[in-house]
C-alpha cells in the first residue's frame, strides 16, 4: 500500500532563517504530489502541487518543493521563513487512476521563534 | 478554486446522539470528500460522496456510523451517528472542481463528544 512520510514532526526555526520539510513516499509509480498547510482552526490549503514536468514547483506564500524521482521525495522549502509561517505541514499523495484519493503523511508542526 | 462552506464549524455533542455537518460549494464540482482528523493525527478519508447514489466508503468506515447523502453537485452532507468520545475529531470536506484538479478543503467541523 501507498504510504507518506514525514520524517519530522515537530520544526523549529528562527524567523528569517530558511525552512526544509521532508516528505517521502513509497509507491512504485511517480503519483501526484501536494503540499498542503493548516493554521490552527483552520481547514486545509494547498500550498502546491507536481504532476509532471519541471521538477521544482513555485507554490503560494513564496514556498517551492523539488520533487526527486530516485529519492522518493517531495521536500518542502523556502528561503526566508516568516512568523505567520508557523503552522502544520502535510505532505500528501495521490496514485494516478486510484480513485482521486489522497494519502496524507502525519504532519510536520512548524514553530518560528522570533 | 471553489469556495466551501461547511456547517457547523464547531459542536459539542452528548454521547449517544447524532450530528449532520453540511457543506455547500459555490460551483459545481465533480468530486466530494470527506475526511477526518483526529486530534493530533493526519487526516483519514471516510468516504467519497456520489451524487445521486450511495457513497463509497474506505475500509474502517460504514454507512450505518457515517450516512452521507449528496442530492447534487454542490451539497453534501455527512451524519456522524450514535456518537461516542472517541468520534471527537475535526470533519473537513473536500471538492475537486474538476478531473486532475488539486483537492479543495473547507474549514472543517470541530466535534467534540462528551
Known amino acids: 500500500a501507498q504510504s507518506v512520510t514525514q520524517p519530522d514532526i515537530h520544526i523549529t526555526v528562527s524567523e528569517g532563517a530558511s525552512l526544509e520539510l521532508r516528505c517521502n513516499y513509497s509507491?512504485?509509480?511517480?503519483?501526484?504530489l501536494f503540499w498542503y498547510v493548516q493554521s490552527p482552526g483552520q481547514g486545509l490549503q494547498l500550498l502546491l502541487k507536481?504532476?509532471?514536468?519541471?521538477?521544482l514547483v513555485q507554490g503560494i506564500k513564496g514556498f517551492e518543493a523539488e520533487f526527486k524521482r530516485s529519492q522518493s521525495s517531495f521536500n518542502l522549502r523556502k528561503p526566508s521563513v516568516h512568523w505567520s509561517d508557523a503552522a502544520e505541514y502535510f505532505c500528501?499523495?495521490?496514485?494516478?487512476?486510484?480513485?482521486?484519493?489522497?494519502?496524507f503523511g502525519t504532519g510536520t508542526q512548524l514553530k518560528v521563534e522570533l | 478554486s471553489a469556495v466551501i462552506s461547511q456547517k457547523p464549524s464547531r459542536d459539542i455533542c452528548q454521547r449517544g446522539t447524532s450530528l449532520t455537518i453540511q457543506c455547500q460549494v459555490d460551483?459545481?464540482?465533480?468530486?466530494m470528500f470527506w475526511y477526518r482528523q483526529q486530534p493530533g493525527q493526519s487526516l483519514t478519508l471516510i468516504a467519497t460522496?456520489?451524487?445521486?447514489?450511495?457513497?463509497?466508503?474506505e475500509s474502517g468506515f460504514v454507512i450505518d456510523k457515517f450516512p452521507i447523502s449528496r442530492p447534487n453537485l454542490t451539497f453534501s452532507t455527512l451524519t456522524v451517528s450514535n456518537m461516542s468520545p472517541e468520534d471527537s475529531s475535526i470533519y473537513l470536506c473536500?471538492?475537486?472542481?474538476?478531473?486532475?484538479?488539486?483537492?479543495?478543503f473547507g474549514n472543517g467541523t470541530r466535534l467534540t463528544v462528551t
Open positions: 509507491y512504485g509509480a511517480t503519483p501526484y
Open positions: 473536500s471538492v475537486r472542481t474538476a478531473l486532475g484538479s488539486p483537492l479543495h
Open positions: 460522496a456520489n451524487q445521486g447514489s450511495e457513497a463509497t466508503y
Open positions: 460551483s459545481q464540482v465533480t468530486m
Open positions: 507536481y504532476f509532471s514536468g519541471d521538477t
Open positions: 500528501a499523495v495521490e496514485i494516478t487512476g486510484g480513485g482521486n484519493k489522497l494519502t
